[in-house]
């Protein structure tokens, strides 16, 4: 009997511990599912947090541009090789050679040019004045603009050259200390036969026709000599030469087909070492490697390629108008590809709206920006923070019409900031140069005149804020 109320007592014990521990298993159950709770809750808070000091250091660095009208001037570069009206000038005597003409002096035909005599004449060297000082720092201004990798040798040229120039200056203050040339003994008295520019570069391609340019002509030119004054001369040596016309061609090769461009318009041509702008036509021939080249035909400024024969310039040859903008506001993006017949505008609010299949069968409402719009379809950027449409997503509309979105094509496009955030929009960009490109006007949903477009698109995402 005692045994019995020992037992029974035993296993009232017993349950009334089991039914402790599965209290306490059922709270420690709870306490698990509220704290599994409280953490999702926590981490989304967390990641609204965090998003939210993101988009406010986003904000700060979104650089905004206005959209503007412009234009875009496309160059063609080329490296030319210049043909004159030359003729050469040689001398009947041996002896001592002295100018009294200046290098790019203008002639007229029977001008007094030089002397030679079997001894060199005794210069008197006068010092030198301001106007004469400008001269020297004229010249050398224009051997340094001649310097290029092309033609480094002209280093050389202006060493010589700016000597004989302060010796021609000496030697035309003697000439104003007499007469006339008539004074002035000498075996042998030099005459211009012809009218014109004045030149002591002599390359050996005065006498060639420009039908024997060819390809290889530009890169293997070199300079084969520059006559000096005050020099000692043989019977028949080539002394200077004479630029008759003013008129230049200048042969060059392009992958651009000038005779294409319209002959009634003179091309804007510019040079990039003289800093010349001027007008010029183009005309194409054949060269003796018969293959079709162009020459430039000018008339101005002969005097700036006067002892040249090989020039760098850059031809006008469109001009591009419509909205410019920075190439570092471009940007591409993948947009869903939506039949305009799935879209409806909100009448009130304005907004562009879409309607989703749920999973129960049931209408989804959704707002969207427009990226590109055309006469069938709307485009979406995929990053549309407004919408939060998937590719494979089931749209519909109110004829229970249904659309799977399930093309995606890339567009190049920009951020508009007009909203304070982050929109992506589609953009024609009709040329581009590495700075900028021309866009084109009036694109349905697209860039208008006084846009604010982010600048640095590549560094924002779609949706960031600006203040």
Known sequence: MIFNSLFKRKNNIDNNFEEKDEKKTKKKSFMSYVLKIFMFLFFIVLAYIVSFFVRIFNKNEVKIYEVTTGEIVNVDRHRGFIYRDESIASCANDGYINFFVVDAERVKRGAFI???????????????????????KQNIKMYNNNISNLNFSNIYIAKDGLSELI?????????????????????????????????????????????????DLIKNYNIIKYISQKKVVKKNDQIYKIIKNPEIAIAFDSTYDYDNYDKKNNLRIKFVYENVTTNGKIESFIGNDNKKHFKLLITDYPEKFLNKRVV?????NKKVNGFKIPIKSIISKNCYIVPKSMVEKD?????????????NGDRERISFNIAKEDDKYCYISIDDTLSNIKYGDVLTNRYRDTYSLSEVVKLEGVYNMNKGYAVFKN?????????????????INGVSIYDH??????????GDLIS
Do not use: C, W
């Not at 003697?174 to 570069?201: M, N, P, R, T």
């Not at 477009?453 to 779609?462: C, D, G, H, P, T």
């Open 167 to 215: 010796n021609e200056i000496n030697i035309i203050k003697q000439l104003e200390d007499i007469d006339v040339e008539k004074e002035i003994s000498a075996k042998e008295k030099g005459y211009s036969h012809y009218a014109g520019l004045i030149s002591f570069l002599i390359d050996g391609y005065e006498n060639t026709k420009i039908e024997e340019f060819n390809d």
């Open 312 to 316: 760098d310039f850059e031809i006008e």
């Open 114 to 136: 030089y002397t030679i005599n079997d001894e060199p004449s005794k210069v008197k060297f006068y010092e030198l004045n301001n106007q004469d000082r400008n001269i020297i």
């Open 427 to 443: 953009i024609e960009v009709i040329d581009r140069t590495n700075e900028y490109a021309i866009i084109k006007k009036n694109t």
């Open 347 to 359: 009448m009130e609010t304005n907004e562009n709206i879409l309607y989703k299949v749920g999973l």
């Open 453 to 462: 477009l982010a600048l640095n698109a590549n560094s924002i995402n779609e």
